[in-house]
């Protein structure tokens, strides 16, 4: 499984800010806990954790609305009916093994 997570503006704009440096994004307004490095969490339908990854940084993008861009990668999971993604401390989205094969197992997620 592979993903994205984008999050929406406003940014922290001290040493670590993208406004700053444009290198490390930190989100502020409830999402300072999604960083660059944070686990990724795929369960199964019975809450038995199957795959696990963490957050890396993509490039951010600059604009009229600031985004902090995250991928994550998740080795080969096993057969399941369900899956459960969290980040972090966030309890994600349910996905079906159907909707997953749909998307080709790429997820895009957003805050």
């Not at 459960?84 to 966030?90: A, D, F, T």
């Amino acid at each position: 499984m592979t993903g994205t997570l984008s999050v929406t503006g406003p940014y922290n704009a001290g040493s670590y800010g993208i406004a700053a440096q444009q290198e490390h994004c930190v989100p502020d307004d409830g999402y300072s806990d999604v960083v660059e490095g944070i686990s990724v969490v795929v369960k199964d339908q019975s809450g038995i954790v199957i795959g696990a990854s963490t957050l890396m940084q993509d490039d951010p993008a600059f604009g009229t609305d600031l985004l902090c861009h995250f991928v994550f990668t998740v080795g080969a999971l096993p057969d399941a009916p369900f899956y459960v993604l969290s980040i972090g401390r966030r309890e994600g989205p349910t996905y079906s093994a159907s909707e997953l094969e749909t998307m080709n197992w790429n997820v895009a997620l957003s805050l």
